[in-house]
């Protein structure tokens, strides 16, 4: 028997000479870090610099100026704080204590859970223990705990924390929250999307209680048996606290109330307290009505009434730790600082997680960005961000630092909120650090270099005591601006880091330099926006004010204190440059961000008229990207817009060879094309690159990655470009990671291009529109398509999943390999490649393995390609949609004419189940001795029961990468249909879905 599956051709949408990627990564630790310059050193390396929170990011770290810990105690309820030990890397996401043993304290950690017999003064991490963000102990049984992790599964132990052992779950469920029942702890409770779950088992099986909805706080009333609240959030969007009085069976709504984290108040029934992003609030009528008791001025995160004191009350907020003593009606700050989570420990004593400050850091890489030579991190007690970076002719390093909160960074003592530091090549010597700016709000956004070395800093400025060197230009004094108002700056360093200039630079209202770049003379470019109706521009500026906001594009002389020209550009709306750069001919390039529809464009341009419009997926105002391209003598040689029918902005622009290449942030729809490089979602603004011709005459979309903000940090190496961006997330999120790719400008026409890798099974298994990413994580050992471009004349050859021998590495001359690792071959076809991910691989060491393909020789670029850290079952299915291959318990093919009866067994197909026992080698043809995965396998029907599952286990002379799954059929009907829809999920984790057809 010969079982085949479909895979379709893919048309590229790339062109020979777009952009292609020679290497990607990502660069992360156990934190968080974004990526917001890129620099090449004389020698050729790449330099990188950004914000982080990690203390583990790879590569030799020389100096860490910045020790850290993340654990902190107080003794006093709050009143003082000493700092306590924490489990490395990373900081704890959640802690729980033993209800009889307070010595014994559990935390949520980066690598696992982590373990202290000593009240958190020393810490284990646990082998083999899940990466779990919540934790909470059994009611009766002290040395039960239950954890669980955002994709799940429910984990148990029984000795206080040590082992722990997975649970079911129902499939496709992200949790969200966990409460297990104080007076029945048989029945747990899981908030997750998108369905509220029940468990009356202890956590064996599950049965829906709220479909199409998921909580966000579950709290069981510890005065009432039976009753639960839950804060319950649906899909319309609307919220509604919901109350049970049967432990969770059935629920009734509540009047509205506030939306947030629910407590109940452990001293008195009835009485519950929900802190929103801002409020405290109360209701002692069993959630009837709410009360506000207290406002705070930044995020409440989490609330405790201490058990010793019914009037004691603790919150953690996005600025620190605040301590009520007279029932949440007055707050008194205990510590400053961001925190996870905190814990009592008895009547008086706290356990508080820091959420680390972050710290610059900047690593040196080799070329071709694949070896870390050093990592060093620079910054003080709190948090410090790296806005922009150079590297000298020297190969030093200069890095700019905006709203550095730490008063002990190292060699830079003043009260300026700026820090530009250089450190040596090597890493390992800050050679200067020097503070710059006022007692108010400073933020620099942009560095440039002259031919000497000069580093110049520029920005905008809110302080009324912004230090102006003699001689310095400043047409408005500061202090005349408008209550909120800032100017732009300049300031000019000389290699020792001593200031050549200091100057100002707007009018009477708000005034902002987003970005600098300085001619040979030591000329300073600037651009970026105005409100100002006075802002200074000279006699022959291009444009007036044009009302609202105005880009604008000044340039000041070498000693700073002569404006040599200026003016406004832009139409009637808001306009803002965000980028400039000058060519080689001092033709200047602005690029920025428009939504005036009376922008001045130029005739003939590539797009002349605004089309772009607020879309709803983003919710963002409209608006489109625009470049300008002067001559030496101010002249604009051509203005156009760069977008589609939604958002669009350009932040980085650089020229070379010919073109000028831009990058930015677009909302889905903002592009006029897409290479779909990576995939967008969830409707936020997306990271880009694009490529003009340098006469503006046509415009390229290239790459998108994932980027949310700020975007793309660029830089140019002869052919080649670097780019790198933040992360999807907030930089200071844990696990958020910074991307960083090599492009080649100029790929030889017809090269091999390997576009994607995902999981075979998944590409026919779901219809378009409920595909979640356009690259699904594949599973080692499990059968994986990859998509390349460059290979439409090879002739199909399929070897079939029922082969003659062991698949080859090798298949009309093509090759695969991740991270070296050649993978056995299934078939090829113009535009795809099936075969086997090597099992050797190791995810929890290396998720993102580089894949190569070769064709007679010829290798294609290095594609980052995302390996699963947990196995997901991937079914095969007979067509595309969601009908399985499935074979009745006759043997015959199951299909509508031939259903299933209710009791018999089906057999269905899966791969990427986990590793087998005994192992097979990858590709080989299973031999009559059955093989079975490591992982349990799990069925249930949707909106039905569970299916009894009597085997998995490879198949006598098939490839072993692929499984067959035994199922019993239930007895009786559930739901009127004659299809059966499967949840299949290992161990509770992961899941995908099928239909097979039944006789009722």
């Known amino acids: 028997m010969r079982i085949l599956f479909v895979l379709c051709a893919v048309v590229s949408l790339a062109t020979a000479a777009e952009p292609a990627f020679i290497t990607t990564r990502f660069v992360n630790g156990s934190g968080a870090e974004n990526i917001v310059a890129t620099a090449v050193d004389p020698a050729g390396n790449l330099i990188i610099a950004g914000t982080t929170t990690s203390t583990d990011l790879p590569g030799r770290t020389i100096t860490r100026l910045t020790p850290e810990t993340s654990l902190l105690r107080s003794r006093d309820t709050g009143l003082t704080w000493s700092r306590a030990a924490s489990p490395e890397p990373g900081y704890l996401g959640c802690l729980a204590a033993h209800p009889k043993r307070s010595n014994v304290v559990l935390g949520c950690g980066a690598s696992g859970i982590a373990r202290s017999t000593d009240a958190g003064a020393t810490w284990t991490t646990l082998p083999a223990t899940p990466t779990a963000y919540k934790i909470t102990h059994h009611p009766t049984n002290p040395d039960i705990f239950f954890a669980i992790s955002q994709r799940g599964p429910l984990y148990r132990s029984t000795d206080a924390g040590i082992n722990w052992q997975a649970l079911s779950q129902p499939p496709g469920l992200s949790f969200l929250e966990l409460s297990v029942d104080p007076f029945d702890p048989s029945v747990i409770l899981l908030g997750a999307f998108p369905q509220f779950v029940r468990s009356t088992d202890g956590g064996l099986t599950w049965k829906d209680v709220l479909s199409k909805e998921s909580e966000d706080s579950i709290v069981f009333d510890p005065h009432r048996p039976g009753r639960v609240y839950a804060l319950a959030k649906f899909t319309a969007p609307s919220y509604a606290l919901r109350v049970s009085t049967d432990h969770g069976a059935t629920w009734t709504p509540l009047p509205a109330g506030p939306l947030g984290v629910l407590a109940a108040d452990p001293h008195r029934a009835d009485t519950l307290w929900i802190v929103t992003q801002t409020d405290v609030y109360r209701s002692q009528d069993a959630g009837r009505t709410f009360n506000r008791v207290a406002r705070f001025s930044d995020f409440v995160g989490q609330l405790a009434v201490l058990p010793a004191d019914p009037a004691v009350l603790v919150a953690s907020t996005s600025s620190g730790i605040f301590k009520s003593v007279d029932d949440g009606r007055t707050w008194t700050l205990q510590h400053a600082g961001r925190f996870n989570a905190f814990l009592p420990l008895g009547d008086s004593e706290l356990l508080a997680s820091v959420v680390p400050a972050g710290d610059v850091y900047i690593s040196k890489l080799s070329p071709d960005t694949r070896e870390t030579l050093f990592t060093t991190y620079i ?6 961000q790296a806005f922009a970076m150079k590297v000298d002719s020297q190969g030093d390093i200069l890095v700019a630092v905006g709203r550095s909160e730490s008063d002990d960074f190292p060699s830079a003592p003043g009260s300026g909120t700026i820090v530009v530091f250089k450190t040596a090549a090597t890493g390992d010597r800050l050679m200067y650090a020097r503070r710059l700016g006022g007692l108010l709000g400073d ?24 230090p102006v060197t003699t001689g310095a230009r400043v047409p408005t004094p500061v202090s005349n601006l408008a209550e909120a108002a800032r100017n732009g700056f300049v300031v000019k360093l000389d290699r020792s880091g001593h200031t050549v200039y200091s100057t100002v630079i707007g009018g009477s209202d708000s005034d902002r330099i987003s970005a600098i770049a300085v001619d040979p003379s030591g000329a300073v470019w600037l651009t970026g926006s105005t409100q100002s109706a006075n802002f200074p521009v000279t006699a022959n500026a291009l444009r007036g004010y044009s009302g609202g906001t105005d880009a604008f594009i000044t340039q000041l002389s ?55 419009r607020a879309c709803a997926s983003d919710g963002l105002s409209s608006g489109d990207g625009f470049v300008v391209r002067f001559n030496s003598n101010h002249s604009v040689e051509f203005a156009t817009f760069a977008g589609a029918t939604c958002r669009l902005s350009l932040n980085q622009i650089a020229v070379a060879d010919g073109s000028v290449f831009l990058a930015g942030d677009a909302s889905p729809g903002g592009l006029i094309n897409s290479y779909p490089f990576w995939h967008d979602i969830d409707g936020t603004p997306n990271a880009f690159l694009a490529r003009m011709k340098t006469d503006g005459s046509s415009l390229e979309i290239g790459p998108m990655l994932p980027g949310g903000l700020p975007g793309f940090a660029i830089s140019l190496d002869r052919s080649r470009m670097y780019v790198g961006s933040g992360n999807r997330n907030s930089p200071y999120w844990p696990g958020a990671q910074a991307f960083l790719g090599l492009l080649d400008l100029n790929p030889l026409p017809n090269s091999l291009r390997v576009r994607s890798a995902r999981s075979t099974f998944d590409r026919t298994g779901w219809s378009a529109a409920e595909v979640p990413t356009a690259d699904m994580l594949v599973s080692p050992g499990a059968l ?7 290979m439409d004349d090879i002739q199909p050859m399929d070897l079939g999943i029922s082969p003659d021998s062991d698949l080859p590495e090798e298949l009309q001359g093509i090759r695969v390999w991740f991270d070296g690792q050649p993978a056995p071959i299934l078939s090829v076809e113009p535009g795809a490649i099936v075969c086997v991910v090597p099992s050797s691989l190791r995810p929890d060491q290396n998720p993102n393995p580089f894949l190569e393909i070769a064709r007679n020789g010829a290798r294609s670029n290095p594609r980052l390609s995302g390996i699963s850290t947990s196995y997901y079952p991937r079914l095969l299915y007979a067509a595309p949609g969601d009908i399985l291959v499935a074979r009745n318990e006759d043997g015959t093919l199951n299909s509508d004419a031939n259903p299933a009866p209710l009791g018999t067994v089906i057999t269905i197909y899966a791969s990427g189940l986990g590793p087998l026992a005994p ?18 396998v799990e069925a249930r029907a949707y909106n039905g029961p569970s299916l009894e599952v009597l085997d998995v286990s490879t198949m006598p002379g098939f490839v072993s990468s692929l499984q067959q799954i035994n199922l019993r059929l239930p007895q009786s009907t559930w739901e009127d ?8 999920s290992p161990n509770g984790y992961g899941s995908t879905r099928g239909k097979v057809s039944v006789r009722r």
């Open 784 to 790: 994986a398509t990859i998509f390349v471009e460059g």
């Open 919 to 936: 192992p097979l080698p990858d590709g080989s043809v299973a031999p009559a001795e059955l093989s079975r995965p490591s992982v349990k």
């Open 558 to 612: 070498p000693s700073g204190a002569e404006i040599r020209y200026s003016t406004y550009f832009g139409g009637t709306g808001a306009d803002a440059g965000g980028a400039v750069t000058l060519d080689a001919q001092g033709n200047l390039y602005v690029a920025g961000h428009s939504n005036s529809r009376d922008f001045p464009t130029s005739p003939g341009a590539f797009q002349s008229t605004l089309k772009a």
């Open 379 to 384: 910054g003080g007690s709190k948090l410090d």
């Open 443 to 466: 933020d620099p956004v942009s560095l440039a270099l002259d031919l000497e070395d000069n580093v110049y800093v520029a920005g905008s400025t809110r302080s009324t005591d912004w």
């Open 977 to 984: 249909s004659s299809q059966l829809l499967l949840f299949i």
